[in-house]
């Protein structure tokens, strides 16, 4: 099973977005997040992937969507982060990410659909907005 972890971050009322470069999904936004490394916790892949897509540091706050689903013959869990923006500097590698930018939460929720990598990132956005964030301990951790 592949895991993904990321981040919604808001600031005054609007939505940080980043646009993929990827061939399979050029062009389409997404919230910043990525699959995780081995040994890595899911907080720790989820602040990195938003480093290296935003060039932002944040805080993780809790869990705004969970998804589980099969995509192209893999197993995947999607775990979405409510993310408080802490120093925004965007930069971003130009290969991975195409552009970084902010929208307004009506345009994303009305008028993007066909802009959008996946629909889980509208309802990441929604959530975050009408405050449905799970604590981060809701996901426990275990060791053998």
């Known amino acids: 099973m592949e895991v993904i972890v990321g981040g919604v971050i808001e600031k005054n009322g609007k939505y940080l977005l980043v646009q993929e470069a990827k061939k399979k999904c050029y062009g389409k936004w997404n919230c910043p997040a ?6 890595e916790t899911l907080e720790e892949g989820a602040l990195r992937e938003i480093k290296e897509e935003t060039g932002c540091d944040v805080e993780l706050n809790g869990i705004c969507y969970i998804a589980y689903g099969n995509a192209e013959g893999a197993n995947l869990l999607l775990i979405v982060y409510d993310a408080k923006l802490i120093n925004e500097d965007i930069k971003f590698d130009k290969d991975e990410i195409l552009d970084v930018k902010w929208f ?6 009305n008028k993007m659909d066909d802009k959008l990598r996946e629909k889980h990132i509208k309802a990441s956005i929604i959530n975050q907005k009408n405050n449905i964030i799970a604590p981060k301990n809701i996901v426990d951790v275990w060791e053998n």
């Open 104 to 109: 307004d939460y009506e345009e994303i929720v």
């Open 34 to 39: 990525g699959h995780l490394k081995e040994n």
